[in-house]
């Protein structure tokens, strides 16, 4: 079965296709045609990812599944949130991003962060939602070179390493988007396959 992921990162899309398997064709964006920047003008996670799935359903008729993550930091009363991707303003950047936060985090004490993931499944003309969260902590470096995003800085919890010193398998097992995703295979597998 044939199901486009609303991503042209191809990170991403590598992570997706690790965790779905060999059962469904996963294709990006450009496989469609697809080359705009597709619209993210909602105020929550969810929204954006639902936006995003319509989107690409209503103009190329393929089903479709889209995400949306954000990192929440409680010390930043959940920011950057919804804005991750661009909390350090466009063009966006990892690294202008991720030293932003680490200057906004300079003085607090509390690291206590999460990721949280919000993938929108649109198929044979029904709508889905899956969820999945990782908790942690901001340290104050960025360490490591794996991953992308706030991985170098971001910590899981039980663990002394960050998102971007682990493994592929062993973040994939962990992380706010491994979870969403074993969500969305398992139901795509019950229903769908």
Request: proline letters at 4%; aromatic letters at 10%; charged letters at 30%.
């Amino acid at each position: 079965m044939k199901i486009c992921f609303a991503s042209n990162n191809p990170k991403k899309l590598e992570e997706i296709r690790a965790a779905l398997g060999d059962q469904f064709e996963i294709v990006s964006l450009a496989d469609i045609g697809c080359l705009e920047e597709l619209p993210e003008t909602g105020n929550t996670l969810e929204a954006n990812a639902f936006q995003k799935a319509r989107y690409v359903k209503d103009h190329f008729g393929v089903d479709c599944f889209a995400d949306d993550t954000g990192l929440e930091v409680e010390a930043l009363d959940g920011a950057p949130g919804v804005y991750s991707g661009r909390f350090a303003g466009e063009p966006r950047s990892d690294e202008r991003n991720v030293t932003l936060l680490l200057e906004k985090m300079e003085q607090k004490e509390n690291r206590k962060a999460a990721f949280r993931t919000v993938i929108a499944l649109i198929i044979q003309g029904k709508s889905y939602s899956f969820e999945g969260k990782a908790t942690g902590k901001i340290i104050r470096h960025r360490s490591g070179s794996k991953g992308f995003g706030y991985d170098p800085v971001f910590q899981p919890d039980g663990y002394e390493k960050t998102f971007a010193e682990l493994s592929m398998p062993e973040k994939n097992a962990i992380s706010h988007r491994g979870k969403a995703v074993r969500q969305l295979a398992a139901f795509l597998a019950k229903n769908y396959a």
